[in-house]
């Protein structure tokens, strides 16, 4: 028995707050982005991206584990190599030291609703969100 799942990140206070949610098709991202549009966290805080999990548990186990994951995708966002967070953000001392020390090339600011930075690994995906239907803050602003 398996099931697919979406795990939605959004900025929380010290680490990402996390909504997961069942999907039918693993990499389904028009319908994760759909379902994004309907995630509120702590503090009005929405999603900054999702992944996909799937699950699966044998007949003869209580518990799933996971057995699939994919990539993250950013809903949105601009990629910052380490030169460009020194010259744009060369206050942020904390998010030098780390991509520094632990060899991040890359990271993505997202501003869909309260700024992150998250590291961009070689696989992640930053969609261009005026492909489905503009970013999800217009949302929460007209209402």
């Not at 929405?46 to 007949?59: H, L, M």
């Not at 993250?72 to 460009?84: A, F, K």
């Not at 991040?104 to 239907?133: F, H, K």
């Amino acid at each position: 028995m398996q099931q697919h799942f979406v795990e939605f990140l959004s900025p929380g206070t010290f680490v990402a707050e996390s909504t997961t949610k069942p999907i039918e098709q693993f990499n389904d991202i028009h319908t994760a982005v759909a379902m994004a549009r309907e995630i509120e966290e702590r503090h009005n805080a929405v999603p900054y991206g999702f992944r996909f999990i799937t699950r699966a548990r044998a007949d003869d186990e209580l518990d799933s584990s996971e057995v699939g994951r994919s990539a993250m995708y950013y809903l949105g966002g601009r990629v910052l190599t380490l030169d460009g967070v020194r010259r744009e953000m060369p206050n942020e001392k904390i998010l030098i030291s780390n991509m520094e020390s632990n060899g991040w090339g890359r990271v993505v600011v997202s501003e869909n609703s309260w700024r992150t930075v998250q590291p961009l690994g070689d696989n992640d995906c930053i969609l261009d969100m005026a492909e489905y239907g503009g970013p999800l803050c217009a949302d929460r602003a007209s209402t």
